[in-house]
């Protein structure tokens, strides 16, 4: 199309596409819109500068060639910017308006294929309002209907978090993960760290085998614990978990999307949660802290007020011992033999797992938990999709503000009680007890032998204190003015 306009000699053209939308792939889509707009500059004796990029039109800040651009207008470089359509400038209202600014202050023109504009023109500048005006519109909508896409898919077990984990391949036919010849490392890793291996000793060993991250390089502490709590390894995915630009705030848990069993696991689900309480609740939390790690390191109470009671070295006598406790005055005691009295009564406490076991293996009642199980998921299911209802219904203009947050309330609620019950009745699960069990008596039997701390070799403080850990949950200690000597109280973790 010729423009006859004296003012034009000098343009730029902005190429610019997100996505694939002519399902042609986007080199040739892009390679096609650039000779269109060298063809419509050769017609009008133009010369040109061009800048393209593949980018989201959400906002010009990440268009590193649109920023160039709109510099070089500012420095008034070229007469026209030619571009296939005006939402190729940006379809963000907001941008779209700064974009609007500089163009018309710096009298630049518009062309498309099928019109210019000239924005120090009334009508111009109107159309060119309703025009980005429409594009805002529609980029909304395109943004509603991907994330209800990516939602729907997610429902499907269609892994949409990006990169597959390390272990796992995402099958172009199913969309899914399937386990990989890495498969084995990751069962590596998490057997090691379930055996009471510190992190730091599991990366010296990682990087003797030779073993590397899934970009080749190799682990790191927090490496470690973004691979143990990533849920995809026990077959589940988790996601709309976070929002905000940089994924830092945390949506409350109904609003999360929960699929179990979306994909084969590589991780049985009990040896997940075991690895995980290890590395989040008694994990070392500063590897590099000089604070020393005992046995019995955030295990030991009082008896009387509850506070932890730490431990300390006397480098005048030798000797390690319990801290006094500065909040009721419960008395200390030398450390030593208080650890070999709390590993006698430990490793004694297996005969009290076998039995348990035992009953729990050869009882006869009925176990009927699967099927309250599995009603309660249905019924979460329809309370989560109800949620959804109302969400949708709220988008589309059907609910005022009032009702929505009346509704959604009543929603969450419900869902918030359910899951209580699901979460409850899975601790009562007859099979989540007798793997449980079966850790702890595995447990107690690498327990049996030397210390280090005590022997001066044989299992390190923190295979200890890790390995203790998933056996109790604190030891009572009270040595009250007067008595001949300390008590303790160990109090177990439930099987």
């Not at 009508?123 to 060119?128: E, F, P, T, V």
């Not at 848990?253 to 699929?259: G, R, S, T, Y």
């Not at 994909?263 to 590897?287: G, L, M, Q, R």
């Not at 702890?440 to 690498?446: G, P």
Request: with cysteine; charged share 30%; net charge neutral.
């Amino acid at each position: 199309m010729l423009f006859n306009n004296e003012n034009i000699k000098h343009v730029a053209v902005y190429l610019r596409l997100s996505r694939d939308e002519e399902n042609l792939g986007i080199e040739e889509v892009l390679a096609n819109h650039r000779q269109t707009l060298i063809n419509l500059c050769n017609e009008n004796n133009w010369s040109y500068e061009i800048f393209e990029e593949v980018a989201s039109s959400s906002t010009i800040i990440n268009r590193e060639q649109m920023v160039r651009l709109l510099e070089r207008v500012q420095q008034e470089y070229y007469d026209a910017v030619v571009v296939m359509d005006i939402d190729r400038l940006s379809r963000n209202e907001f941008d779209a308006s700064d974009i609007k600014r500089i163009l018309y202050q710096t009298e630049t023109y518009i062309v498309t294929p099928y019109r210019l504009y000239d924005l120090t023109k009334d009508d111009d500048s109107l159309l060119l309002g309703i025009t980005n005006l429409i594009a805002s519109g529609e980029y909304k909508q395109i943004l509603k209907r991907m994330r209800r896409g990516k939602e729907y898919a997610q429902k499907q077990g269609h892994w949409t978090n990006g990169i597959a984990p390390l272990g796992y391949t995402k099958d172009t036919k199913t969309k899914k993960l399937v386990p990989n010849e890495r498969a084995d490392d990751i069962k590596f890793i998490f057997s090691e760290i379930v055996k009471g291996t510190t992190i730091p000793d599991l990366i010296r060993q990682l990087e003797n085998m030779g073993l590397k991250t899934r970009e080749g390089k190799s682990f790191h502490y927090n490496a470690i614990l973004r691979l143990i709590n990533n849920e995809a390894y026990k077959g589940t995915i988790v996601s709309n978990k976070t929002t905000g630009k940089h994924a830092n705030t945390i949506r409350p848990k109904e609003e999360w999307i929960i699929v179990h069993n979306a994909h084969p696991a590589i991780i049985d689900e009990n040896t997940w949660n075991v690895a995980n309480k290890i590395v989040n609740e008694y994990s070392f939390k500063a590897p590099r802290s000089k604070n020393r790690v005992y046995p019995t390191t955030s295990l030991i109470y009082c008896a009387n007020c509850g506070k932890v009671q730490g431990n300390n070295y006397h480098p005048h006598i030798d000797k390690f011992y319990i801290k006094h406790c500065k909040y009721c005055g419960n008395r200390g005691f030398y450390y030593n033999p208080v650890l070999a009295l709390i590993k006698e009564e430990v490793l004694q406490h297996k005969d009290s797992l076998l039995m348990a076991l035992e009953t729990l293996e050869e009882g006869k009642q009925e176990d009927n938990t699967e099927y309250k199980k599995d009603k309660l998921i249905s019924r979460l299911n329809k309370s989560k999709k109800a949620l959804q209802r109302i969400n949708f219904a709220f988008e589309e203009g059907d609910y005022d503000i009032v009702t929505y947050r009346e509704r959604k309330a009543e929603r969450q609620e419900e869902i918030k009680l359910i899951e209580k019950e699901i979460e409850a009745l899975e601790k009562e699960d007859k099979t989540t007890k007798i793997d449980t069990l079966k850790e702890q008596i595995k447990a107690i039997d690498r327990l049996v032998g030397k210390w280090h701390f005590l022997d001066g070799e044989g299992l390190s403080d923190e295979q200890v204190n890790r390995l203790l850990h998933g056996l109790i949950s604190g030891v009572l200690w009270s040595y009250k003015k007067g008595a001949e000597s300390p008590i303790i109280n160990i109090v177990y973790n439930e099987g």
